[in-house]
């Protein structure tokens, strides 16, 4: 079973620029999670969809991410302008299920190394 | 809102020795999950130890073991026989059940981490 992908690895923009992030959840999976981490730190959602829509983006700032899961199946994460403070790992995981379920394991991508200059 | 602390910023052990890793949380539900994550320098985050709260018995993956004491709010990681592969930050994360579902939605909570170091 393929797990989680995430698109790229590495990334390195200017503040004021523009970046978006790409995850492909494991197939079947209904619920996708975009997580922050700051280094040094655990991680934090973002945001949380369930098929193609939001469960829960309470601590996405608004202002500058955007998200979507188009069809239910990939994710992708957008910021603009990206700010200094943004420099973190971006992960992606995935799971069976979210509401249903919560012993359910989430499975986690590689992540996306964001530094912004 | 639950919290998750990780007091152990680093930890060190020596090979085939044993560890533990500690982690309390704060939470008003009587009903949750507890899990272990393991992230190696990859960044990849993989499930270690998953322990759900209405269970007394402690969870056991092979060399992971966890000491889950719920009136403490307490939940410990022991690591075995440590091998070299065991070095990474270990994460401690809490999730509530479907029932209690309102603001966390069933995401994971985090601890800052604990990064571990195993000396041959």
């Known amino acids: 079973e393929a797990g989680v992908a995430q698109s790229p690895r590495y990334k390195i923009i200017e503040k004021r620029q523009s970046v978006a992030f790409w995850c492909n959840p494991i197939?079947?999976?209904?619920?996708l999670y975009w997580y922050q981490q700051i280094l040094g730190q655990g991680p934090k959602l973002l945001i949380q969809?369930?098929?193609?829509?939001?469960?829960?983006d309470s601590q996405l700032p608004k202002d500058r991410f955007s998200a979507e899961r188009l069809k239910g199946v990939d994710s992708t994460l957008k910021i603009q302008p990206a700010k200094l403070e943004d420099s973190a790992v971006y992960l992606c995981a995935s799971s069976p299920r979210g509401l249903a379920g919560g012993r359910y394991e989430q499975y986690f991508g590689p992540g996306t190394r964001l530094t912004v200059t | 809102a639950q919290t998750v602390t990780q007091s152990q910023p680093e930890m060190s052990v020596q090979e085939a020795e044993t560890v533990t890793l500690s982690c309390t949380y704060d939470t008003s539900e009587s009903d949750y999950y507890l899990f272990w994550y393991k992230q190696p320098p990859s960044r990849q985050m993989i499930l270690v130890i998953r322990?759900?709260?209405?269970?007394?018995q402690n969870a056991t993956e092979n060399r992971f073991s966890v000491n889950f004491q719920k009136a403490a709010k307490s939940f410990s990681l022991k690591i075995s026989d440590s091998q070299l592969g065991d070095a990474a930050m270990y994460f401690c994360a809490y999730r509530s059940t479907p029932l209690n579902y309102g603001g966390s939605q069933g995401n994971l909570i985090f601890g800052k981490g604990t990064k571990l170091s195993v000396k041959p």
């Open positions: 197939s079947g999976h209904a619920t």
């Open positions: 969809f369930q098929n193609n829509g939001v469960v829960d």
């Open positions: 322990q759900e709260a209405y269970k007394q």
